[in-house]
Structures are given as C-alpha cells and as structure tokens.
C-alpha cells in the first residue's frame, strides 16, 4: 500500500494527493469506476436498470433484518439479503404473471418501505442516513484490498460469461437452444449485482449507486460503434467522472459521490448531443 501512495504521490501533482485520506479514496475510486463501467454495461445491455436500482433501494431492509435478529456484522444481514432478494425477483419475473417494471417497482417500494419502517423505530434511523450518500474518504486499507478482490471476481465473470449474458438479451430462447444455461446464468449475474452493489453501497450511497452503475454504460452507448469500443469508453468515461468528481468535492467541501454522478450526467448529455456527429 505504502509503494502505491509513492507512486500516486510522483503522478498527481497536487497537493490534495498528499492527505491519507484522499490516496485512499483516489486508490477507490480507480477500483470502483472501472469495476462499475464492466458492471454497467452488462446492465444495461440486460436492461437492468431498475432491477440494479432495486437492489440498492433494498439495502435497508438488510441491516434492518440484522437489527432485529441482533447480527453484529450488519453488512453480512444486508449482503445475505440482498442475494435473497435478488434470486426472488428473478423467480417471481420468470413466472411472466405482470411485467417485469411492475416486478420490480413493487419489490423495490416494498424493500424500501420496510427497511424504513424497521429502522425507524425507536427513532434510529438517524444512525444509518450517511448510506444514502456514502462516504468514500472514510475508506480504509483492508476495505481497498477486499474491494479489490472484488473487482477480479466481477472481471472474471466478465471475461467468461459477457457473450452469455449478450445473446441471453438478444434472444433467451435462442441461445438456451445453443446451450447456454440462461436461468443460471442470469443467478449467477443477480447475484454478483446483488454482491457488488451491496459491498459498494457504503462509499457510494444508495440514492446515486445506480446512477454510477448506468450513466458511464449509457454515456458509452451512445458514442460506440462495436462493442469493444463499448467497454472501453465506458471504462473512460467512468475512471474519468470518478477521479474529476473526487477532485472537485476536495476544492469544493461537497459530497464526493453526488459530484461524481454529476460529471457523469454532464459527460452523458455531452454524447448525447455529439453521438449524430460521432454516427
């Protein structure tokens, strides 16, 4: 970790870098941006987005479970839940009773709504409110190396299961006749949402983790001709929203994540607005 700092400490210039705190959260954000944008597009390809943004949402009711059954480690309540929660809506969105947006509004209303309610009582709410901006300054070394495993584990399945997940969204039925294991596949892929989301969620905030999951995917999408070009941008686009945004919250005493979302929206409008030039 230390040879990290140096090497941070002669490629960046300023002084902001010289804090502790600040390596720490630059060492995370050059982990979780790109961990996001290979993330993210595979959202966005299964269109996911509210499947991902409804895992967020049912964070609470996670810790709220581990309140109730009196779990020390509130984050093994909320991941354990989370992972449920998501093979759930995966079962229920299989049975195609109601369309899978009704699907999964109603379980992120009800995740929402009831981790509230648990919370809330006895007014302790007030104890979990910094989830919904998180705080990455506050990350630590051990945090930075688990987050990194993380990372490797999400890049494998990327590297393994990506053309899985693109025919899967192409045609399910197709590519279940060419072998794939769709229904497995799309646990697997839930469930590494659900674990990545979860793990993330303290340093990203539950109110912007979708968006840093969607928007540099997005962004990507509209500028791209093929889909190398696709995770490369996004991978940019992302790596370069989180690292300006880290840097504008220090000189401007703002929320490091909301400012990284904000970046993000701009570069996004911005490819919007170039993507009939780009074409």
Same mark, same amino acid.
């Given at each position: 970790m230390n040879m990290m700092y140096?090497? !941070?400490?002669?490629?960046v210039p300023f002084q902001w870098i010289s804090y502790d705190f600040m390596k720490n959260a630059l060492l995370a954000v050059l982990i979780i941006t790109p961990l996001f944008a290979l993330l993210g597009t595979m959202i966005v390809n299964q269109k996911m987005a509210f499947f991902s943004e409804a895992l967020?949402?049912?964070?609470?009711t996670g810790i709220g479970i581990g309140v109730l059954f009196g779990v020390a480690d509130k984050n093994v309540s909320m991941l354990a839940f989370a992972v449920i929660f998501a093979l759930g809506l995966n079962r229920i969105n299989r049975k195609n009773t109601?369309?899978?947006d009704t699907i999964i509004s109603v379980f992120s209303s009800l995740g929402t709504a009831l981790g509230l309610v648990? !919370?809330?009582?006895?007014?302790?709410?007030?104890?979990y409110s910094n989830l919904l901006v998180g705080d990455v300054l506050s990350i630590?070394?051990?945090e930075i190396s688990l987050l990194a495993a993380v990372f490797v584990l999400a890049l494998l399945f990327w590297f393994f299961a990506f053309n899985k997940l693109h025919a899967i969204s192409i045609n399910a039925s197709l590519a279940k006749s060419k072998g794939v294991r769709v229904e497995l596949i799309e646990d697997i892929f839930s469930v590494l949402i659900a674990v990545i989301i979860m793990f993330s969620i303290r340093w990203v905030g539950i109110l912007i983790i979708n968006a840093l999951l969607i928007l540099p995917a997005a962004s990507s999408r509209n500028i791209s001709d093929n889909m190398r070009e696709y995770h490369l941008y996004s991978v940019v686009i992302s790596v370069f929203s989180g690292i300006l945004g880290l840097v504008l919250s220090y000189y401007n005493n703002t929320a490091t994540g909301p400012t990284i979302v904000l970046v993000a929206s701009v570069v996004f409008f911005l490819t919007l607005f170039a993507k009939p030039l780009v074409k």
């Open positions: 140096n090497v !941070l400490e002669k490629v967020g949402h049912s964070a609470y109601v369309s899978t648990i !919370l809330s009582s006895g007014g302790n709410f007030s104890k630590t070394h051990k």
